[in-house]
């Protein structure tokens, strides 16, 4: 099955600092979605990344995928305290007759100091 | 549109029990999933529908059964809840493979 790796697992920075975080595949990679989840609440969707080279951006953050080396980035510029929480990658996989379904990372913890 | 919900938003059951975990979406969305999350772990995928009668297993699908009777509804069922089974539930539909999935807020489950 397909298994995605985030990394950090964890991130605190100072409000107005830049942060990547990446989100690497041990499968091929069909479709990329970003998440953010804030403590005790559900998923907001971010992004979705489908072709190699595709870049998005929202507000600020911008998410990129390189198909090649199976990863996305997710890149917050200038930080802010509404930014905190947890940010989640998921992948399509295909199961079985012909779906594809989402599996995700475990996650990563960012916290933005004011 | 109401989008995707869940309920009940909190249950606590005694170890043996059973229940049935609610979940509804309003757009018309012919995929249709359920998730745990657990701290550490992420997002695991317990079972999935890619239309009505039609249903699967995921990466957990033990202890939990699902039907999709309508294209609108997809239950979870806890045949005999274990403490294991304690997590946050999600519920969530997208319209087809590359489309947006959309979560419902979630149901966080305590088994005693």
């Known amino acids: 099955s397909q298994e995605l790796e985030q990394s950090p697992q964890s991130l605190i920075v100072q409000e107005g600092k830049n942060l990547t975080i990446n989100c690497t595949s041990s499968?091929?990679?069909?479709?990329l979605y970003w998440y953010k989840q804030k403590y005790g609440e559900g998923l907001i969707f971010l992004m979705m990344?489908?072709?190699?080279?595709e870049e998005k951006s929202h507000e600020k953050i911008t998410a990129k995928l390189d198909e090649k080396k199976q990863q996305s980035s997710l890149h917050i510029t200038a930080s802010q305290p509404s930014h905190a929480g947890i940010y989640l990658c998921?992948?399509?996989?295909?199961?079985?007759?012909?779906?594809?379904?989402?599996?995700f990372g475990k996650g990563t913890k960012l916290s933005v100091i004011p | 549109n109401a989008g995707v919900t869940q309920t009940p938003k909190f249950q606590v059951l005694k170890t043996g029990q059973s229940m049935t975990l609610q979940c509804a979406q309003d757009?018309?969305?012919?995929?249709m999933s359920w998730y745990r999350q657990d701290p550490g772990m992420g997002l695991r995928l317990i079972h999935y529908?890619?239309?009505?009668?039609?249903?699967d297993q995921g990466e957990v699908p033990n202890g939990y059964n699902v039907s999709r009777s309508t294209t609108e509804d997809f239950p979870l069922r806890l045949l005999s809840a274990a403490p294991s089974q304690t997590s946050v539930y999600f519920c969530a539909s997208r319209r087809g493979t590359g489309d947006t999935q959309y979560f419902g807020p979630g149901t966080r489950l305590t088994v005693l």
């Open positions: 757009m018309n969305h012919e995929y």
């Open positions: 998921g992948a399509l996989s295909p199961k079985g007759a012909g779906s594809y379904q989402l599996t």
């Open positions: 529908s890619v239309g009505a009668g039609i249903t």
């Open positions: 990344l489908q072709k190699g080279g």
């Open positions: 499968k091929t990679l069909y479709g």
